[in-house]
């Protein structure tokens, strides 16, 4: 329950802040209000004698919040999916956030398990190993299954952990609403809308039945990708608390000395990561938002292996197109075009000159594109581009923000294997198939052969909704309206020409 009784929580928190030196970092780096900034250092700094002294090799921000434990490391890591709201030198700060905690015994895991899947370890698990890798809210085990022999990655919860996260979400609730009523000025950060986004994405991380799912949606996805493997759930061996997965055998993508020495293409793994990258967020519209070194293994065959579904993104078809249409206009040069896509989009409010806004998207473009192939960068185009939308009255898309981020992060593991790569000339093929499938004639027939099967739907209720409007035309006593007249034949002449469209489309996609 949201309510006084988190104040304690959030002097704990202001006093760690305070102690490890993050409180004028973080309040700087957000460029928080003057008034908030008084409050903030007065929760802190009389009280911090009580903050926790946290790890002093790490970085102020990174050493507080690591010590306030489970539910602020996973915040801090999604935060730094937010540059919009903590500025981009905190969220660079913030990614290389380390989820590493002291693992909880096996035995506990292994009780765990018994209690979740219903029966006894034997039966479950041939072999099964102490911790692998633990992290904020659950850990990893190897083990075999006890039916095939097939080695698996058991994945079990904290014990307590939800009850810990869901305690600390109410005192995040409550600190986002006092912000909001003590500084209207903050509403901009949209400090409520932060903390249920980051809610949703814990929520669904601590019931991993969710994640089976989004590892075995993005399997499904990737099914024909070429060189990319997708470990898949193994549904009989998981459940709220515990999912299994096949095991991942590689090396780590973080370790370009290991893998070349192991005989794979660093070139070639570059770019391949980052053409996969772009080939699941605009052809399936679903992508790993957590692509980092970490979370990426090669296996000997040198297939990429990503690992860890805690942190998806999806974006609508629509979003998809207008989003290719853009790069594509920067791959171009064309920003009169990218600033037309914008307004289309209805990102850009329709009062403003188009004819100025696409100079200031050349003058995004134009830099970039003057540097050596060793610093073009995707990311970094996306970022100047917010910040001139944002000038001319773009609203926030958080979709677009993850999406953003996402690149930054697959821009450097591209970078650490192969520094002289270029971005623009990897993501075109990829960019430029999108817009001929998507964009095109065939495109369009495809998206008239969805609409009828939505007006389909509906085609049993038409006669009635046509005799319905027959009847209140005859039964009306009164002076029709003019409109009202028109509306009959519009309907009856709507329905015609959208079933001839849809029969011409037909024939056409035939011939």
Known sequence: MRGPHNIWRLIRTGATFERTGAMKVALEAMEVPPRLRLVARVMGWPFKWLGYKGDPTLPPVTRAITALGPAYIKFGQVLSTRPDVVGEELADQLRVLQDKLPPFSTEVARATIEAELGRPMEELFSDFSDPVAAASIAQVHSAR??????????????????????????????????????????????????????????????????????????????????????????????????????????????????????????????????????????????????????????????????????????????????????????????????????????????????????????????????????????????????????????????????????????????????????????ARPVVEKYIRE?????????????????????GPRLPVLLKAALMRADTETVAPDPRRRRVLPLLVVGIGSFAAGIAGGLLLLQG
């Open 145 to 426: 299954r006890a039916d095939t022999g097939e080695r698996v990655a058991v994945k079990v919860l904290r014990p307590g952990i939800e009850r810990a996260f869901r305690r600390d979400l109410d005192a995040f609730h409550f600190a986002a609403g006092m912000i909001e009523r003590l500084s209207p000025a903050s509403r901009r950060l949209r400090p409520s809308d932060v903390i249920n986004h980051f809610e949703g994405v814990v929520l669904g991380e601590l019931d991993l039945r969710l994640e089976a799912s989004a590892a075995s949606q993005f399997a499904a996805n990737t099914a024909g990708d070429q060189g990319f493997a997708v470990p898949q759930p193994v549904w009989g061996l998981s459940g709220r608390e515990v999912m299994t997965l096949g095991w991942a055998e590689g090396l780590p993508m973080g370790d370009p000395a290991a893998l070349r020495a192991a005989g794979h293409d660093l070139e070639a793994l570059s770019t391949r990561v980052l053409q996969l990258f772009l080939s699941h967020a605009l052809r399936d519209g679903y992508f790993h938002a957590d692509m980092h070194h970490g979370n990426l293994k090669v296996a000997a065959n040198g297939d990429i292996i990503a690992f860890d579904f805690g942190i998806m993104g999806q974006i609508d078809d629509y979003t998809r197109r207008v989003y290719a249409e853009i790069i594509m206009g920067f791959i171009r040069r064309d920003y009169r075009r990218v600033a037309e896509v914008h307004f289309e989009a209805g990102y850009v409010p329709a009062d403003r000159n188009v004819t100025e806004f696409a100079l200031a998207l050349r003058a995004v473009g134009e830099p970039i594109f003057g540097m050596d192939a060793t610093h073009i960068s995707m990311a970094r185009l996306l970022a100047y581009l917010f910040e001139v939308t944002e000038r001319f009255g773009m609203q926030t898309r958080t979709e677009l923000i993850l999406l953003q981020r996402t690149m930054v992060v697959v821009e450097g593991v591209a970078r650490s294997l192969n520094p002289a790569i270029n971005m623009w000339e990897v």
């Open 438 to 458: 998507n964009l095109g004639p065939r495109a369009a027939m495809r998206d008239l052969v969805r609409s009828a099967q939505v007006l389909g739907h509906f």
